[in-house]
């Protein structure tokens, strides 16, 4: 059962546009939300995170936005470049520290940016 | 500052064959987890090691095991292989079990024929 659902599955921004990608969970416990990109023939790289007592969270030119009430969380990329195509995952957690924190990811979203 | 390696990159398998993959963790990191990312698919969490034991495992039979070594480095071993099997398997370090943000290697793509 998939824990996290992602959507789009595939997205095609042109150069300079925002990307917008979109999860939705429904385990209230999860409390710690990562984006991952993964480029073809590479592991995914963390590139960014939010926590649910923040709605948004901003590095660079990328932004989370979090909404605890809809369960729902979105990566915003801002001046899409084409160097941005790859596969975006979002993830969600929960545990502690004696058992760990294991992520549940969602399938995916494809990103091409075109020039 | 090295991330985490992991080795071979590639492997060929026949069924009912055993494997073995190994894994680095970024250097000050004590925690790894390993997950099996199945091709157009998300990763899925296969199990987590600190102090060299297993602290949490995902929904995985018995077939895969893990190991993990006083240099904190680990190993995956999957037996009596299966055609579904085939992804490739990341493996991922944190700074601690408390810590939440994982940093994952490049994989290894296991072939299973």
């Known amino acids: 059962q998939q824990q996290v659902k992602q959507s789009p599955q595939s997205l095609i921004v042109q150069k300079g546009g925002i990307s917008i990608i979109n999860c939705a969970y429904e385990?209230?416990?999860?409390?710690?939300f990562p984006w991952y990109q993964q480029f073809p023939g590479k592991g995914p790289a963390l590139l960014i995170a939010i926590r649910p007592d923040v709605s948004e969270k901003k590095e660079g030119r990328f932004t989370i936005s979090f909404n605890k009430s809809a369960k729902q969380f979105s990566l915003h990329i801002m001046d899409s470049q084409p160097g941005d195509s790859a596969t975006y995952f979002c993830a969600a957690s929960t545990g502690n520290s004696n058992s760990g924190y294991a992520l549940n990811f969602g399938k995916g979203t494809s990103l091409l940016v075109t020039p | 500052d090295a991330g985490v390696t992991q080795s071979p990159t590639h492997l060929i398998k026949t069924r009912g064959q055993q494997v073995t993959l190994r894994c680095s963790p970024k250097?000050?990191?004590?925690?790894v987890s390993w997950y099996q990312q199945a091709l157009g698919q998300g990763p899925q969490f296969i199990f987590q090691?600190?102090?060299?034991?297993?602290?949490q495992r995902g929904n995985f039979p018995d077939r895969f095991s893990g190991h993990q070594f006083p240099n904190y480095s680990s190993e995956l071993n999957v037996n009596a292989l299966l055609l579904g099997d085939s992804a490739l398997y990341l493996c991922?370090?944190?700074?601690?079990?408390?810590?939440?943000?994982?940093?994952f290697g490049p994989g290894t793509r296991l072939l299973v024929l």
């Open positions: 991922a370090s944190s700074l601690d079990p408390g810590v939440r943000a994982q940093y």
């Open positions: 090691y600190y102090e060299e034991e297993e602290r």
């Open positions: 385990n209230t416990a999860f409390d710690y």
């Open positions: 250097s000050g990191h004590d925690t």
